[in-house]
C-alpha cells in the first residue's frame, strides 16, 4: 500500500492471569472490564468491551475518552483497537 497510511486508535489495558482465567482492565475507560478463559479469548473480549463502550458514548452524545499515549513496554499491558465501524466513526 504505497502512498496510503493505516489510522488506528489504539487503548492499553492490562491483562493478568489469576484463578484460572485472564482478567482485562482497561487503563482509560472506567467500565473496562472483562476477562477469558484463555489469552487469546481475554483479548477478544477487550476488543468486544472496548468497542461497545466507545459506541455506546457515540450513541449517546457522551463525550468520548481516546487513549493515553503509552508503549506496551510491560508484558501485561496489550494495545486493543476497536471495531472498524466505531474506528470509523472515531476518525
Not at 496510503?4 to 482497561?26: F, H, M, N, T
Not at 477487550?46 to 499515549?69: G, K, M, R, T
Request: glycine share 4%.
Amino acid at each position: 500500500m504505497t502512498g496510503k497510511q493505516v489510522i488506528k486508535i489504539l487503548y492499553p489495558a492490562r491483562i493478568w492471569p489469576e484463578d484460572g482465567v485472564y482478567y482485562v482492565q482497561s487503563l482509560d475507560l472506567d467500565n473496562g472490564f472483562t476477562f477469558g478463559e484463555s489469552l487469546k479469548e481475554a483479548q477478544e473480549m477487550a476488543v468486544d468491551v472496548l468497542s461497545s463502550l466507545l459506541s455506546s458514548a457515540l450513541a449517546h452524545n457522551e463525550p468520548i475518552v481516546f487513549p493515553q499515549q503509552i508503549e506496551a513496554k510491560d508484558k501485561d499491558i496489550y494495545l486493543f483497537a476497536p471495531n472498524a465501524k466505531v474506528q470509523v466513526a472515531l476518525l
